[in-house]
DNA sequence: ATTTATGATACTTTCGAAAGTTTGGCAATC
DNA sequence: GATTGCCAAACTTTCGAAAGTATCATAAAT
């Protein structure tokens, strides 16, 4: 494989963020810092709050069945992989995708559900990281599940707070952990 | 010039909404629609009224300085284009959106200044559309005068009041000039 | 007559090599 | 001894051509 391949994918991972270029200098992993993660959650609970009390003043019974459906399924798979517990599960966090997705994905814009998606992809090398120091310590079915209820129940306030504090609890842990950093 | 930097070139405007990319098909001009623009300006006031006031919180003297000199130049500048009316002044764009930076680059976060920057361009393409249809409708100086007043008033409400409909305004002369499209 | 194959053309992507930059070490100079 | 200038090595970017794909028109078959 030669390079004109691999710079089209390192532009791409440039443009959500999770690289940096510089010309002459080539490219470079992006880096990860304590300010950048809270820039980023807080942003990320903006416009996911958004959105999702967008959805629920739009969405409709399919809307909720999706959230039920996606749900139901993360809940019947294991967090950690099976082999390796320091290990994303690949197919839980694709769930985890979904569900994240299914809550707000009737918000009428595609532009933020667009900027929700880079925001994610910036935030799993975060969460990459925290998913150690949260074993055991965490539930994270209860806090779906808490969301999910509260959203079909069209409490926007309760599903939104639930929602940040859930985005909130990874950024914690990991600013405890690395204080210094 | 050969076909890489083109093609790097190409996809940074795929990056910033500018241009679409489908494989094997190449890269097109994206396509405006009433829909986007609609999306466009509701996020686009949505991110720069929760920066506005957040600078309005943390903005310091020289933050006031800043709005104050940008809009002391911008009101020196014609907007149109002396040789050709119907063209974009570029000097005046430059220092317009430098005039609409210094308003909300106190917000605190460097990924919501940077999604302004793009919606910004992606709007950019619209209001080069609008431009002829505003001349003698709309004095955009008052405008900026307006908000630029608020602003260092600390009247969050009212400057923010003043952002949204200045954005709206141009989307409202294109939608309705446009209303079939 | 309509549908389905075939092939030529134009276009997109990838390749391997050439050209251009940065970096770090070594020597010459102040 | 510290500073500056120069060279070589490693890396990044760009190039022109080759390989790979889509598109459209023409011909064959149902």
Redesign the pocket.
């Known amino acids: ?8 994918a ?1 532009a791409r991972l440039v443009a959500t963020g999770l690289a940096t ?7 470079r992993v992006a880096p990860l810092s304590a300010p950048d993660l809270e820039d980023l959650v807080g942003t990320r609970i903006r416009e996911e709050s958004w959105a999702l009390q967008r959805s629920i003043e739009n969405g409709d019974e399919i809307w909720e069945g999706q959230i039920l459906s996606s749900l139901h399924v993360l809940e019947r798979l294991p967090r950690e992989n099976p082999q390796e517990p320091t290990l994303y599960n690949e197919q839980w966090e694709s769930r985890h995708c979904d569900f994240h997705n299914a809550l707000i994905c009737e918000c009428g814009s595609k532009l933020t559900l667009g900027y929700c998606e880079t925001l994610r992809d910036q935030n799993d090398r975060y969460r990459r990281l925290a998913l150690v120091l949260e074993i055991g310590k965490r539930n994270a079915a209860n806090e779906h599940r808490e969301i999910a209820e509260a959203a079909i129940q069209r409490d926007a306030p309760r599903a939104i707070e639930a929602l940040a504090s859930h985005y909130a609890m990874t950024a914690q842990f990991l600013l405890e952990t690395y204080a210094d950093d």
Do not use: K, Q, T
């Open positions: 494989m030669s390079v004109s391949p691999v710079r089209e390192l270029a510089e010309h002459n200098l080539g490219y």
